[in-house]
Structure formats: C-alpha cells, structure tokens
C-alpha cells in the first residue's frame, strides 16, 4: 500500500474516531473497529482515496467553473442515496483534509497555504451541500 493511501487513510481512521455513526455508514468497512483494521483496510483505502480524488478534481476544475459546479453538485447529490445520510455529514471531511494536506506539503505548508486550502475546502463543502440540497428539493419523476 503506498504512503499517500496510508495517509489518507490515516485521517480517515481520525474521522471515524471522532465520529463513531459515520462508520457504520459504510457496510464495506463498518467491521473495521481498531485503528489497525482501518488503516490496513483495503476497502477504507478505496473510499479514502475516492474522496481525496474527488477533492483533488474540485481543485483542479476551479479554473473551469461551469464544470466545477457541475461535477461538485453531481457528487453531492450522489450522497441522497446514502440511506441514513445527513448534510452536515460533508463538513466532517473538513479538518482530516486540512491535516492530510499539511502532512503532504510539510515544511511549505505556511499559514498562507494554510488559509488557501481552508478557503478552498470551504467553497467546495458548500458546492457539495448546494448540489445535496438540489437533488433533494428535485421532484420525484415517478
């Protein structure tokens, strides 16, 4: 397992720690209790790196804002069909984001980059809650 899926799933483990319910979201790896488990967890790595990569996308489409909104909407309306989801759910990635990415820069992670990425993940949580709360208010086409 390379070092970047460790990382990851590291501050997943941290976010699992923190918030016990959130785990047993994922029947994939809901089973992984310890630390061990979870960083070991081949299923949590896949997750892990589906949310950094989804992260990473937002970024790198902020140059292109029509297919940002596009893409950051889609994947928050994709989380209506986690049963037993919550929008508040989003804001949780927050702070393990913000440690991955100060473990992943070291030294040149200043207080400026710092504020960059916080102002960054912000505006992407809130596309993700925007395109949430849109497929929610959508009508059902049955």
């Given amino acids: 397992m390379n070092s970047q899926i460790l990382t990851s799933n590291f501050y997943f483990y941290r976010l699992f720690e923190e918030n016990q ?7 994939k790896f809901r089973q992984c209790r310890t630390k061990e488990e979870q960083i070991n967890s081949m299923e949590l790595a896949e997750h892990a790196n589906n949310v950094m990569n ?7 489409g902020l140059d292109d804002l029509d297919n940002f909104f596009a893409f950051i909407h889609q994947v928050g309306a994709s989380h209506r069909r986690i049963p037993g989801f919550k929008v508040e759910y989003f804001w949780k990635i927050e702070a393990p984001f913000l440690a991955a990415v100060e473990s992943t820069l070291g030294d040149r992670y200043t207080p400026n980059v710092e504020n960059i990425y916080k102002i960054t993940i912000k505006f992407i949580l809130e596309t993700l809650i925007e395109g949430y709360e849109k497929a ?7």
Avoid at 21 to 27: A, I, R, T, V, W
């Fill in 21 to 27: 319910d959130l785990l047993n979201m994922f029947e």
């Fill in 54 to 60: 989804t992260l990473d996308e937002g970024i790198k």
């Fill in 136 to 142: 929610g208010n959508k009508p059902n086409s049955t």
